[in-house]
């Protein structure tokens, strides 16, 4: 039977809001590309992102623009060259690995030659953004965990970090104010992030307003989240960033995901691996990242009501793999 290719979105509602100082979600929107070829099936998911100005609709008009291509046999160094980084090549992408590890029976630490743990990972719990006694409360249901995210803006950030603190006083903390500081901000706040104990601040800048950190010397790690995609955009990288958030929807795929890590670490630079709000579709491909990354944060499908069967799970800010079989030979 030749190749065919399927594409559709689907919807999965969350278990409470998620917010973050953009806006606030409910719900997962993905698009789920399926290619199935002599009775093989594989499976990927992107997460269109309205930051990138990408939508369910134009997603999926990405993918049916290479449908032909996909159905006449491209693989996934063709698909690296028919269409630029994003959701849909992510949807692609990994939706080809799935396929490609299946068909020749063989596992994703003999295909990449390094081990892929089935074993828990410590992942970042979200603490999502809110007044300060709302993500105190937040923080005190996650205080086992090893690793909290905290999502801030630039309305007292200090109240909200300090909150988070005395609720979960020994936990490793990662600030993510999304792109909503200015240099100032993030000069004025070293002192308290120093004393919180804050481990790592995630993309505090507008990516155009990037070149403010040349030169830039922080007590805490800085880590480029929206400023990078593709490793190719590690030329333009400032030196005051000193890690990458590799997430696959950005990258556009697992495929690009693996060259970012890999000249990353050529640079010096750590690496973190992170996700949108998305089900453990999305997630199962990251592990091979993940595995070999400093920090982790891919808690999304633990935000569902209600994930796909054999996916991930989590506990106390432990990520357990997806079960045997649900994709890519895991």
Known sequence: MPRILSVFAETFPLHSPFRISRGTKTAAEVVTVIISEYGVIGRGEGVPYPRYGESVASTIAAVENVRSAIESGAGRQDVMHLMPAGSARNAIDCALW??????????????????????????????????????????????????????????????????????????????????????DEVRDLQELLTELRVDLLEQPLPANADSDLAGFRSAIPIAADESVHVAADLDQLPDGYGVVNIKLDKSGGLTAALELAAAARQR???????????????????????????????????????????????????????????????
Do not use: H
């Not at 719990?125 to 630039?154: F, H, Y």
């Not at 909200?160 to 020994?170: D, F, G, S, Y």
């Open 98 to 183: 799935d396929l490609e590890l299946q068909q020749g029976d063989y596992s994703f630490a003999e295909t990449l030659g390094v081990e892929i743990p089935r074993r828990p990972l410590v992942t970042a719990m979200t603490v999502g953004l809110d007044t300060a006694e709302n993500m105190g409360r937040s923080a005190a249901t996650l205080a086992d965990a090893p690793l909290l995210k905290v999502k801030v803006d630039r309305n007292d950030p200090a109240a909200l970090l300090k909150a988070v603190r005395a609720a979960a006083p020994t936990s490793r903390m990662i600030v993510d104010p999304n792109e909503s500081w200015t240099i």
């Open 268 to 330: 010096g630079l750590g690496v973190m691996t992170g996700c949108m709000i998305c089900s453990s579709l999305s997630i199962a491909p990251a592990w091979a990242v993940a595995a070999g990354s400093d920090f982790i944060d891919l808690d999304g499908p633990l935000w569902l009501a209600e994930d796909r069967a054999g996916g991930v799970s989590g506990a106390s800010g432990m990520l357990s793999p997806p079960q045997p079989g649900f994709w890519g030979g895991l």
